[in-house]
């Protein structure tokens, strides 16, 4: 079984579209949560978020919640947003580092490891996160697949 946590700054943008396109996949050995670094508790998506994954097919209730002890001890793979955000979370979970990756870093990106923010932009920026966030989340899979 993988557990696996998204992790980005809010928890209102790409860690939940993650999650929902995650979750629609219905695989059967992945739980999937969502959190940020830097969220409150209750937020829902934004509405660009929502629609985007609504344009998708995908029916998902969203919450916003803050990374903690707890979604760290349980996930078995971590994936961050960004760089930024992977340092962060070691940096409050040290033991966390071994199963804490960027999405694209996993994936196997070698290059640029962050997923581009759509926050505040319009409906079109927020699809092409959400694409490449599916794109990614794909390889994941595979590469989850093998092991």
Known sequence: MHRILFVCTGNTCRSPMA?????????KDIEVKSAGVF????SGPSANARKAWE??????DHQSKPVTKELVDWATLIFTMTA?????LIGNFPKAGRKTFTLKEFAGETMNHDV????????DIYRTTYKELESFIDR???????L
């Open 19 to 27: 999650e929902a396109i995650l979750k629609s996949k219905n695989l």
């Open 84 to 88: 930024s955000h992977k340092n962060a």
């Open 39 to 42: 969220a409150s508790s209750g």
């Open 140 to 146: 994941v899979i595979e590469k989850i697949n093998r």
């Open 55 to 60: 344009e998708n097919a995908i029916q998902h």
């Open 116 to 123: 581009n923010d759509p926050y505040g932009g319009n409906l």
